[in-house]
């Protein structure tokens, strides 16, 4: 079906022929949260919120074969409506300690015998540990003084999510964190 963007007044076939006269006839009058088009055999008027759902409908889902997408939402019911779970995973989110993968080197992992990549890999995770180090503790901190202060294992949750998603994004990024906080 062919959906145009800027008027609620959409063609009932997709065919090219129709298409074309679709766009060629882009008068559009709005009255009553209804917008409607100069009459046309192959136009239909429909609500505004008849659009939005058409509109959502026929949008495939970006996320609907990706597996992190999947988890992420059933995480999110999950905390919102199981308090034991929330409190659960507000907790090992807390406590969590971020990995990287260790970068490959000319296609392969750096050995010890390639002292320079072995260098630069052993000096990076170093460094990357230290911050990770420093982010734990921030976590930690943020349960901790939410937990004393009474509230709810899914609002510390969603805090600890809120914070994730202001980490600096090359943080994010190696960690892939950023693949779970864009669904806060």
Same mark, same amino acid.
């Given at each position: 079906?062919?959906?145009?963007?800027?008027?609620?007044?959409?063609?009932?076939?997709?065919?090219?022929?129709?298409?074309?006269?679709?766009?060629?006839?882009? @008068? !559009?009058?709005?009255?009553?949260?209804?917008?409607?088009?100069? &009459?046309? =055999?192959?136009?239909? #008027? +429909?609500?505004?919120?008849?659009?939005?759902?058409?509109?959502?409908?026929?949008?495939?889902?970006?996320?609907?074969?990706?597996?992190?997408?999947?988890?992420?939402?059933?995480?999110?019911? @999950? !905390?919102?409506?199981?308090?034991?779970?929330?409190?659960?995973? &507000?907790? =090992?989110?807390?406590? #969590? +300690?971020?990995?990287?993968?260790?970068?490959?080197?000319?296609?392969?992992?750096?050995?010890?015998?390639?002292?320079?990549?072995?260098?630069?890999?052993?000096?990076?995770?170093?460094?990357?540990?230290?911050?990770?180090?420093?982010?734990?503790?921030?976590?930690?901190?943020?349960?901790?003084?939410?937990?004393?202060?009474?509230?709810?294992?899914?609002?510390?949750?969603?805090?600890?999510?809120?914070?994730?998603?202001?980490?600096?994004?090359?943080?994010?990024?190696?960690?892939?964190?950023?693949?779970?906080?864009?669904?806060?």
């Amino acid at each position: 079906m062919f959906v145009n963007t800027t008027s609620n007044t959409h063609p009932t076939y997709g065919t090219s022929s129709v298409a074309s006269n679709y766009q060629a006839n882009s @008068n !559009v009058f709005k009255s009553d949260n209804t917008n409607t088009r100069l &009459a046309n =055999a192959d136009s239909v #008027s +429909i609500s505004d919120n008849a659009y939005r759902a058409l509109n959502e409908a026929s949008q495939p889902s970006k996320d609907a074969a990706d597996p992190v997408s999947v988890a992420a939402k059933k995480l999110i019911d @999950n !905390v919102n409506n199981d308090p034991e779970f929330a409190d659960e995973m &507000a907790q =090992a989110y807390a406590y #969590s +300690i971020d990995l990287k993968p260790i970068p490959m080197v000319n296609g392969h992992l750096p050995t010890v015998n390639d002292t320079e990549a072995w260098a630069q890999m052993t000096q990076g995770q170093a460094e990357f540990e230290t911050q990770a180090s420093s982010i734990r503790d921030q976590r930690i901190q943020l349960y901790t003084n939410m937990k004393a202060n009474g509230a709810s294992g899914a609002d510390i949750f969603k805090s600890i999510m809120e914070f994730n998603k202001n980490l600096p994004s090359d943080y994010q990024k190696a960690t892939r964190i950023d693949q779970f906080t864009k669904y806060f």
